[in-house]
C-alpha cells in the first residue's frame, strides 16, 4: 500500500481509503484517487489493490482521455 501512495504522490494524486466501518455500507473498503491540487476524483470503486496499480502503472493520459469520450457518448 505505501508502494502505491509513493507512485499516487510522484504522479500529483493522493490515495484514500475509505473510513467506513459498516461492511454493509456502499463505499466500505473502496479506494479512491485524488488529484492533490484539487480534490477531483480520478479514480474510484477499486476493492483491490491490483485495480489501483493497474491505474498508476497504466497510460493515465489515455484512460482519461477514454473516459471523457465514453461521457461525451452517451
Do not use: H, I, W
Not at 15 to 23: A, E, N, Q, T
Not at 26 to 55: P, Q
Amino acid at each position: 500500500m505505501n508502494r502505491l501512495r509513493n507512485t499516487a504522490a510522484r504522479q500529483g494524486l493522493r490515495l484514500v481509503k475509505s473510513r467506513r466501518r459498516d461492511p454493509r455500507a456502499l463505499d466500505f473498503g473502496r479506494l479512491t484517487l485524488e488529484r492533490v491540487s484539487t480534490g477531483e476524483t480520478v479514480f474510484t470503486g477499486a476493492v483491490d489493490l491490483d485495480a489501483v496499480e493497474e491505474y498508476l502503472t497504466g497510460d493515465v493520459r489515455n484512460r482519461e482521455t477514454t473516459a471523457s469520450e465514453n461521457d461525451s457518448a452517451a
